[in-house]
């Protein structure tokens, strides 16, 4: 089932990198690839708020305990991520692997690919 890991090739660059899915470094490399996309620059330029995500745990496949990670997003721009809880605008929850699935949705728009 899920597996916490995430990679990908950077194109730019050309260089792979492999994140842990939900970790602060999975987080802060979405906040980057996200700033610097014009078009999701353009299309979310009036949203503003605070988000904590909570990816459920899932014993039986890896996940021990919940991961809590959260970030803010001003005018199309995210601001700050981070882990743990703390007051936000929304609660986004569902289980670990649910969360998997919804990543791979957008893994061609991040070129990154969810390993299972």
Same mark, same amino acid.
């Not at 569902?94 to 919804?102: A, E, F, L, Q, S």
């Given at each position: 089932?899920?597996?916490? !890991?995430? %990679?990908?090739?950077?194109?730019?660059?050309?260089?792979?990198?492999?994140? @842990?899915?939900?970790?602060?470094?999975?987080?802060?490399?979405?906040? @980057?690839?996200?700033?610097?996309?014009?078009?999701?620059?353009?299309?979310? %330029?009036?949203?503003?708020?605070?988000?904590?995500?909570?990816?459920?745990?899932?014993?039986?496949?890896?996940?021990?305990?919940?991961?809590?990670?959260?970030?803010?997003?001003?005018?199309?721009?995210?601001?700050?991520?981070?882990?743990?809880?703390?007051? !936000?605008?929304?609660?986004?929850?569902?289980?670990?692997?649910?969360?998997?699935?919804?990543?791979?949705?957008?893994?061609?728009?991040?070129?990154?690919?969810?390993?299972?």
């Amino acid at each position: 089932m899920p597996n916490s !890991t995430s %990679k990908g090739l950077d194109t730019s660059r050309g260089r792979l990198w492999l994140l @842990k899915f939900g970790s602060l470094e999975y987080m802060n490399e979405v906040m @980057k690839r996200t700033n610097a996309d014009a078009e999701y620059e353009r299309l979310s %330029k009036e949203e503003t708020g605070s988000f904590t995500m909570l990816l459920g745990a899932e014993p039986a496949n890896g996940i021990p305990k919940p991961i809590v990670v959260g970030y803010r997003e001003e005018k199309g721009k995210i601001l700050e991520v981070w882990e743990g809880e703390r007051q !936000t605008d929304f609660v986004l929850s569902g289980p670990y692997g649910v969360w998997v699935d919804i990543s791979a949705i957008f893994s061609g728009y991040f070129r990154v690919q969810i390993q299972r």
